[in-house]
Nanobody, 126 residues
Framework: QVQLAESGGGLVQAGGSLRLSCAAS????????MGWFRQAPGKEREFVGC????????YYADPVKGRFTISRDKAKNTVFLEMNSLKPEDTAHYYC???????????????????WGQGTQVTVSS
C-alpha cells in the first residue's frame, strides 16, 4: 500500500521561502513520477510540478517556474518542493501524488495520479 505523507507547510510572508517534504512508503518508487499539486478554497486542484523518480526529470507549471524546485532523496524515499519568492496567490493546500510512469511525457493532470497524501497547508501573507 502506497503511503505519502507531506510536511513542512506553514505561514510565511510574501517573498519568503518554505520547503515541503513528501515521505513515500509502501513500495519501490524507481518507476514512479512524483507530483505536487495545490488547491485553494473554491478552486480546482492545480498542477505545480513533478519529478521522475529514476532520472530526475522535472516539469513545472508556468506560475511557479523559476521559483519552485522539486528534488528527491532516493535513500530517504522523500520528495521535496522548495518554494522561493512566495506570493499570496501561492496560498493553498499542497498535495504530493504518485503514479507509475508508463507514458513518455510527465503527467500533469491530477486525474493521472493514483496515490495521494493528505496534504499540508501553505499560507502566504501579504
Amino acid at each position: 500500500q502506497v503511503q505519502l505523507a507531506e510536511s513542512g507547510g506553514g505561514l510565511v510572508q510574501a517573498g519568503g521561502s518554505l520547503r515541503l517534504s513528501c515521505a513515500a512508503s509502501g513500495r519501490t518508487f524507481s518507476s514512479y513520477v512524483m507530483g505536487w499539486f495545490r488547491q485553494a478554497p473554491g478552486k480546482e486542484r492545480e498542477f505545480v510540478g513533478c519529478i521522475s523518480w529514476s532520472g530526475g526529470q522535472t516539469y513545472y507549471a508556468d506560475p511557479v517556474k523559476g521559483r519552485f524546485t522539486i528534488s528527491r532523496d532516493k535513500a530517504k524515499n522523500t520528495v521535496f518542493l522548495e518554494m522561493n519568492s512566495l506570493k499570496p496567490e501561492d496560498t493553498a493546500h499542497y498535495y504530493c501524488a504518485a503514479v507509475l510512469h508508463t507514458i513518455i511525457r510527465l503527467p500533469t493532470s491530477h486525474e493521472e495520479y493514483d496515490y495521494w497524501g493528505q496534504g499540508t497547508q501553505v499560507t502566504v501573507s501579504s
